[in-house]
């Protein structure tokens, strides 16, 4: 019965499924050099009487937090769609399930299990089973076309794909290339209608997910991670400027920022929480598991509309929802006949870009609550917030909106966060008006970019991770991106933030969507180049535009150059500006 | 410029100040035999293009909630004492300096620093300059007595102590018994009055508290943990049954429980929490570093009393506090004048023991929202909490008081508590009846009794922490607290909640404080023996007494003895039942 660890000797040995150890609490004398603030003696004084064991030890994991929710919220609802209802326990236990269903196909430790599926209850459900069968989750976008589907798939070697039965037919596509390549095909599990009104002619090699869990064992023994660094999922980037970047989160990362993101977002008391951030977007900004940590019902959409948001909010009694820009947009433009009453103020985290004023106002007036959130792929999603004052209150809206704007702050796991030079490391100043780079630290950053070891290091140059996104710091310490660094255009020595330009352009009535690039210029080097698509049954003219523009922005950053025309987006709905910047330059110099 | 470690074999390489190593993301094939559950082959794949470096890692560590706040709340307020205030960015430097000045006197890294302080600014900064020394800190109970000071002093090693001025008279005596023992002293550092209004003659040997921090400076570089495991304090226990414990704290650890604590408690917006926990009872429940997590204001007390409570909510605005039942009652019965309107409602964190309902319902009513929370010194205070459910608003008040007088459910951070027979470590059945003892597992436990393996060793017997406390388990999973394990009286087969009859007790109008032990009977076993505590101009003789509680309990629980007289009680205040205990056997056998 002897399960202690004395802390007295680093030790690899195995206890109650540990198999690593940190060093001793009471380590021999040791000189540290690098603690060049004093001179004294930096050795450590000893402490005895301590141990590690599985009562005060646990590796962090999110796993963690649905079986709490099991025993603490077991009868409380966990998951919503359509007429499916789950409560925290019947989760849980299908989870083991499914994670035992997965053992038994000969899914080990490491191994990566891929999905291509909507918001449905098994995606939900897979974020919790992957990971208690030691695996790693690979959730692909389910916009990719079916040769990128092939090229993750074999860059992932995931073992299995679970595909919503609307992406069979893509899916099929993408495997018949797969096959081609000669290499093993990952096996298929066929996500049907979770209450199996689906009537799709199945391919016969695929199992079913609902007879897939049927297989797996209630008493499954759960494989908890050996180290809470050991990876979790692994998330592709949308590939705005290059290929996909694989990028994989830990367990420790994963707990710790759910954790933090979801009760920044709301209080720890119950929160219905609506799905149209997609679950493949960064684990649904660590939303998936950070329900969980607070017992919330998650309330699934199969495809989102603003008929469906409104029609969930009102039925499910939604409190908190994260949402895209166009979604926003879409909930604010939402014609009158699908518009519903809140319940009660919903609180709305906005991620990817600050939304127009006029949408932002609209839906504050509709009874939202919006906060800016910040972050990226490689932080696990949320990683600054915008959060709210108490003294804002007594600004006028056009101060507040215009604070409301910014990225913020960042949260308490994040370790640093900052905007330097990118060249010099040196911090900029809290001016509001000089502009660098933001950089992050923390145990809320990525492990690396999975078989990438180049990008791994690059973005992580001098110890801090490069976001490449262009920022100004307030005297307040809030954070406010201006451009992607790869976007901004330099034009006669100016910076100019393509962001500002757009949000400019996108203020004239004729205007839905507007994107910034350089245009080669002889004697400017480059001037702003916009690609502007106009709203159905709107007119305007380039001068119009200009014109506008003139009005209303300073002039060095006015652009030159009117393109009308549709804009090429990713996966993700992210404009290409690559494809944009080729077109200007095809447009030859200006001057 | 090479500052990566590619997570390929354990090392222990330093990197950026980093002395330990988890293993490998890519490790060699293993295999995992206590993995019962299935029969696949449970070896590990690989992972490449992953590292670990101060981008990605960071031990966790409550220092990085100040030096976050005193970027991203610079300017707002930390601590308010009297005419003293401070903003986040002058706590973080005076914490510097502190730390610096610490490290001159000779301080190293696992060395002890005492306090003897109530709630003053020095206190709090003490919370974050020494773990930034890398040192331990000891906050030791201001009631103790000379002798008990010298015998943790002398146990813990501690080399400084920091000492206010009230209690120079204590320690005075101490050192001098102290010095008998032939050991070097530990220095004095005195902490006057923050405002400089004291007007003590110091004691020439002691350095003064502010001008010890203006020896420090400015750019020292702080020590950080080598390893989250690191010890960051060391509390003593108030010794109920036995010698005081020295219970140790670690970096991860105090980083868990304070963040996930503070969030429970408030949101994370800018709280104004009122200090009336002694920061030397579990680091004041965390909140000392929780705070900081949310860049709240500290509102410190020298001295708790109802006029102080209400004076401070009305000036500062307070939102949140925690408060032990003897505050409570203090507040509840507090005389018309010293009572003032609440601002808005201010939440109270309850612990220690749940107050009677006439309390809860008459503070509830005054505008306080109560939270019962749980925990033990040896779970860095809180960890659970009767979470309150949006359906028991439909509840009647009595069955509402009855569900929040519950100790409730554990919080994220813990990793499971249960109520075990702890002979067979079987869970009880959730029925509300059957009893057995709480037991923990999890982050937030603690890391063991400072050089007392032994009882570490006992404590966390089968892999969980053992409480010692007597609990039943309700269908809805929450926790209710039944009685000290030690103090459970056990009549004709019977368990008998001490807790239990004592709530009765209280309820007579006529009774102060009540406390029930077991007195020997040769037919029972024993039976429940009541010391009785009569308020101030009140009578009731023991017939009265019994009546009462033959009225309203079961007549098996009913005391057949009762004993007029007051009640030995610790330095924080709970009775020292051992000493009732030898007078109940004193009185002989009852039948």
């Known amino acids: 019965m002897n399960r202690f660890i004395v802390m007295k000797e680093s ?56 079986e709490r929710s099991a025993k603490v919220y077991s009868g409380r609802t966990s998951i919503v769609y359509g007429s499916v209802k789950y409560t925290w326990r019947e989760t849980h236990e299908r989870c083991i399930k499914l994670a035992s269903a997965l053992a038994q196909l000969g899914i080990r430790r490491g191994d990566v299990v891929a999905t291509l599926a909507p918001n449905v209850p098994a995606m939900y459900e897979l ?105 979790i999922s692994v998330n592709y980037t949308s590939g705005t400027t290059s290929e996909p970047k694989g990028v994989v989160y830990t367990h420790r990362g994963a707990f710790l920022n759910s954790l933090n993101t979801s009760f920044l977002h709301g209080s720890g008391l119950a929160p219905v929480y609506l799905w149209t951030v997609p679950m493949f977007h960064c684990n649904g900004w660590s939303f998936t598991w950070g329900i969980a940590a607070q017992g919330g019902a998650n309330i699934c959409l199969r495809k989102v509309s603003a008929k469906a948001i409104f029609d969930s909010i009102a039925l499910h009694n939604v409190t908190h929802m994260g949402a895209a820009p166009i979604v926003l947009n879409m909930m604010a433009n939402a014609p009158d006949i699908e518009r519903k009453q809140l319940p009660h103020k919903v609180e709305v985290m906005i991620g990817g870009a600050t939304p127009p004023h006029h949408i932002f106002d609209k839906l504050e007036k509709l009874g939202f609550g919006l906060t800016n959130f910040y972050g990226l792929t490689e932080t696990y999603g ?37 905007v330097k030079d990118p060249a010099t490391m040196e911090s900029v100043k809290a001016d509001g008006e000089t502009i660098g780079e933001i950089m992050l630290r923390g145990n809320t950053v990525m492990g690396g970019y999975l078989k990438n070891l180049e990008a791994t290091e690059e973005a992580f140059k001098d110890g801090w991770f490069r976001s490449g996104d262009v920022a100004v710091k307030h005297p307040d310490g809030y954070i406010e991106v201006k451009d992607r660094l790869k976007d901004i255009v330099i034009s006669g020595g100016e910076n100019i933030s393509t962001i500002e330009v757009e949000a400019v352009l996108c203020g004239h009535p004729a ?16 001037t702003p180049c916009a690609f502007v698509k106009l709203k159905q049954g709107f007119n305007a003219n380039a001068e119009d535009i200009l014109n506008f523009c003139r009005d209303n922005m300073a002039r060095y950053m006015t652009p030159r150059t009117i393109v009308f025309d549709d804009l090429p987006k990713t996966s993700t709905g992210k404009v290409k500006k690559f494809i944009l910047r080729e077109k200007a330059k095809g447009l030859g110099s200006l001057s």
Chains 1, 2 share one sequence.
């Open 511 to 526: 205007v839905l969507e507007a994107a910034v690039v350089g245009r080669p210029d002889d004697h400017w080097g480059e």
């Open 127 to 231: 974020h919790f089973a992957v990971p208690m069968v030691g695996a790693v989750l690979c959730p692909l976008n389910t916009r990719y076309d079916p040769l990128t589907v092939v090229a993750l798939l074999k860059h992932s070697e995931a073992k299995v794909i679970f595909l919503d039965y609307e992406l069979l037919d893509v899916t099929n596509r993408a495997l018949k290339l797969y096959a081609k390549t000669g290499k093993e095909s990952p096996m298929l599990v066929l996500i049907s209608e979770a209450d199996g009104l689906s009537s799709v002619d199945y391919n016969s090699t695929a199992i079913e997910y609902e007879s897939f869990v049927a297989t797996g064992h209630n008493g499954f023994e759960i494989r908890r991670p050996e180290s809470e660094l050991d990876p």
């Open 11 to 66: 030790s690899t040995r195995l206890i109650h499924g540990f198999s690593y150890f940190q060093p001793s609490f009471r380590g021999d004398v040791r000189l540290f050099s690098h603690f060049a603030g004093n001179s004294e003696l930096n050795s450590r004084k000893s402490m005895e009487g301590l141990v590690r064991c599985s009562a005060n030890y646990v590796p962090l994991t999110p796993i963690s937090f649905l």
């Open 382 to 418: 949320p990683a600054a917030y915008c959060q709210w004052q108490p003294e804002w209150d007594l600004l006028t809206p056009d101060q507040r909106s215009k604070l409301k704007s910014r990225q913020g702050i960042h949260h308490c796991c994040v370790e640093d966060a900052d």
